[in-house]
């Protein structure tokens, strides 16, 4: 039975925190929830954006998505403001 929208969120933010890596593709958020659509899972990853808890991550040819307080910027400092 697939998670609740609330769930699922808290599912994504866990793995965002505790993923080896900072930046994360969406396939890697699939996993909170096996029996969730990829729709399911990209729009509820949408809405942490849009919340303020998670943020686009771009490499230049790829978008993925971060904790803001696990990416460091261009100079290399922690963190993103």
């Not at 991550?57 to 910027?73: E, L, Q």
Request: aromatic letters at 8%.
């Amino acid at each position: 039975m697939a998670l609740s929208i609330e769930e699922l969120k808290a599912a994504i933010l866990k793995k965002a925190e505790t993923a080896p890596k900072p930046q994360l593709y969406i396939k890697d958020f699939y996993a909170c929830d096996p029996d969730s659509k990829p729709r399911v899972v990209k729009n509820a990853a949408n809405d942490l954006v849009k919340e303020g808890k998670l943020m686009f991550w771009s490499s230049g040819s790829t978008t993925m998505y971060a904790m803001k307080n696990r990416i460091k910027n261009e100079e290399g400092a922690s963190g993103v403001n």
